[in-house]
C-alpha cells in the first residue's frame, strides 16, 4: 500500500535546479506540494512548513483565527498526545517555533542533521494531523485572553495592529490579527477545524529545507506528505490575495499610563503611506530609504552598524530631549504595504509629534536637505550588510527560501539582492519617495493615496494632523 501511494506521488514530479546556484533545488509534487532545498552542508539542518494563510485571507465576520493558530501548534494530533508531542520535541535537542502573520503560517525548526525525519514528522503531524483537545483550546482561548489585554502596554505591537486597521479599512490586510475583545467569549473549536480544511492543504504548503541533500528531503516529505490529497470540502485553488483598498485616514488610541511606576510616560504617534509590495522593485528603494532615516531609543550603547548616524538619529533623538523613541519603519506584502516613522515622547510634546514625523518625510523630497551621495551610500552599504548577515542565520535563511516559494514561485538570489541594491542612485530613492510620500503609487488595487496615522494620547495634544501633512505636500487629499 504504501509503495502505490508513493509511485503516485512521485509520478510526474516537477523538479527544477537553480543554474546559477546548483544547491539550490525545487520539487513540486503531484498533489500540488512544492518542496525547495539548499543542500549546502553544515553540522545541523534547519526545516519548515509555509502555508499561504493567515488573517488577510479569513473571514472579516469571524477574525482573529490565525492568532490562536499560531498557539495551538505543536498540541495533540492524530499520533501523538500534546504531551508527547512536547516529549519528542525536547528529544531532539534544537530550536522550533510557529508563528502566523497577516499572508502567512510557519512552522520551522533547527535540529541536529540526524533529527531531521523525526522533526518533520512532528510537523507533518501538526500540519496535517491536529486533533485539538477541547481542554488544549480552552487553555489557549484564556491565553489569547490574557495577551489581547495587555496590548493596551505594548504600543509596538498594538500601534502597527491598529495602523493596518485604519489603512487598509474592513478588508485584506486590514482584518485584525489579534482576536478582537468581543470575539474571545465566543469563538468555537468548530470554527478552528474550518480554518485548518480551509487552508491546511497540500497545494497551500510549502517545505522548505537547508543542510539536506535533495534528495533526501525529497524521499522524506513523500513519505510525510506523498498520501496526501485535498479535502473534499476544498477546491484545489490557493487562497486568493483580494483586491487590497487602501483607504488610509486615521485613528486615536486612549492614553494607558504605564504599567509600572518606573515606567516613562509616553504618547505615540505612527504617520505611513501605501508603497508596492516586495514584488515590485521598488523594494530595494524602500528598504534602503528605511536604513538612511534608521532612528531607534534615546538610549543606545552606540557601536558600529547601529545606524547613530542615520537621519532619525541625528536630526531627531539627538536634538529633541523629549523624544523617547523614534524610527522608520517598512510594512512589505505581496501587493501593497505601509512605509512610515513612529515616535514616542512625552505628552507635553504630544502637539509637534506629527510636524516632527512630517518634518523628516518633507525633507527627503527637499531640493536642498534632500538626499546626498554620501548618506546614500552609507544607507546602502548598511542594508547589505544587513543582509548578508541575515541569511548567516540558517532559519533567516529557511525563511527567505520558503516565503520566495510561496509568493513568487521562484528564488531571488542573495547575489540578485546585492547587485539591485548596489545599482540604486540618488535619484532612484528620490523618485520612490516622491511617489510614496505623496500618495502616488499605483498598484493592482485601489488607492485613496491619504497618509494613514494612529495616535495613542489625548486626542486633543496631538492637534490637526491633516492640517501639518497638507502643509508639508505628504499625502494625497482631494
Not at 505615540?268 to 516586495?278: D, K, L, V, W
Request: net charge negative; with cysteine; proline share 4%.
Amino acid at each position: 500500500m504504501l509503495s502505490r501511494t508513493f509511485k503516485r506521488a512521485v509520478r510526474n514530479l516537477s523538479t527544477a535546479k537553480s543554474a546559477t546556484h546548483p544547491q539550490l533545488e525545487l520539487t513540486t509534487l503531484t498533489n500540488g506540494l512544492r518542496l525547495i532545498t539548499d543542500s549546502t552542508p553544515g553540522h545541523f539542518s534547519a526545516l519548515g512548513a509555509f502555508i499561504q494563510g493567515g488573517s488577510r485571507f479569513e473571514d472579516p465576520a469571524a477574525p482573529g483565527l490565525s492568532h490562536l493558530c499560531e498557539r495551538l501548534a505543536w498540541k495533540t494530533t492524530e499520533k501523538y498526545s500534546g504531551t508527547q508531542m512536547l516529549e519528542n520535541l525536547s528529544k531532539l535537542g534544537g530550536n522550533y517555533i510557529a508563528v502566523a502573520q497577516r499572508d502567512t503560517i510557519m512552522y520551522q525548526a533547527t535540529v541536529f542533521n540526524k533529527d531531521v525525519d523525526n522533526m518533520l514528522e512532528c510537523i507533518a503531524q501538526t500540519v496535517r494531523h491536529q486533533q485539538i483537545t477541547d481542554q488544549e483550546f480552552a487553555e489557549t482561548v484564556e491565553g489569547a485572553k490574557y495577551e489581547v489585554s495587555e496590548l493596551q502596554y505594548k504600543p509596538e505591537l498594538l500601534l502597527p495592529e491598529k495602523l493596518h486597521s485604519v489603512a487598509y479599512k474592513n478588508n485584506t490586510l486590514g482584518l485584525p490579527f489579534f482576536i478582537p475583545q468581543e470575539r474571545l467569549g465566543s469563538i468555537k473549536k468548530n470554527e478552528m477545524d474550518q480554518y485548518f480544511n480551509k487552508f491546511f492543504q497540500p497545494q497551500n504548503v510549502v517545505i522548505a529545507m537547508i543542510g539536506v541533500p535533495h534528495q533526501t528531503a525529497l524521499d522524506l516529505v513523500l513519505a510525510n506528505f506523498g498520501d496526501w490529497h485535498n479535502s473534499s470540502s476544498t477546491t484545489a485553488a490557493a487562497p486568493k490575495l483580494g483586491t487590497v483598498n487602501y483607504t488610509g485616514g486615521e485613528i486615536a488610541l486612549p492614553h494607558t499610563p504605564p504599567l509600572y511606576a518606573n515606567q516613562p510616560e509616553l504618547y505615540h504617534m505612527q504617520i505611513a503611506f501605501e508603497t508596492n509590495g516586495f514584488l515590485h522593485d521598488d523594494m530595494y528603494a524602500l528598504a534602503t530609504l528605511q536604513k538612511l532615516l534608521g532612528g531607534g531609543s534615546s538610549f543606545s550603547a552606540g557601536g558600529p552598524g547601529k545606524g547613530m548616524f542615520s537621519r532619525l538619529y541625528t536630526q531627531v533623538l539627538n536634538k529633541h530631549p523629549y523624544v523617547e523613541n523614534c524610527s522608520a519603519f517598512n510594512h512589505s506584502y505581496a501587493d501593497s504595504g505601509l512605509f512610515g516613522i513612529t515616535i514616542s515622547l512625552i505628552p507635553d510634546a504630544g502637539h509637534i509629534s506629527a510636524q516632527i514625523i512630517c518634518n523628516e518625510f518633507a525633507k527627503v523630497l527637499d531640493s536642498k536637505e534632500g538626499l546626498n551621495e554620501k548618506e546614500v551610500t552609507r544607507a546602502k552599504n548598511q542594508l547589505t550588510s544587513s543582509l548578508l548577515m541575515n541569511v548567516e542565520s540558517k532559519l533567516a535563511k529557511l525563511e527567505d527560501l520558503g516565503r520566495q516559494i510561496q509568493m513568487q514561485g521562484k528564488i531571488t538570489s542573495v547575489d540578485e539582492m546585492v547587485d539591485k541594491i548596489s545599482a540604486l542612485t540618488v535619484k532612484d530613492l528620490r523618485n520612490v519617495a516622491e511617489k510614496v510620500f505623496t500618495g502616488n503609487v499605483v498598484t493592482n488595487g485601489i488607492s485613496s493615496g491619504i497618509p494613514s496615522v494612529v495616535m495613542q494620547g489625548d486626542r486633543s495634544s496631538f492637534g490637526d494632523i491633516e492640517f501639518v501633512l497638507r502643509h508639508y505636500g505628504l499625502g494625497k487629499y482631494n
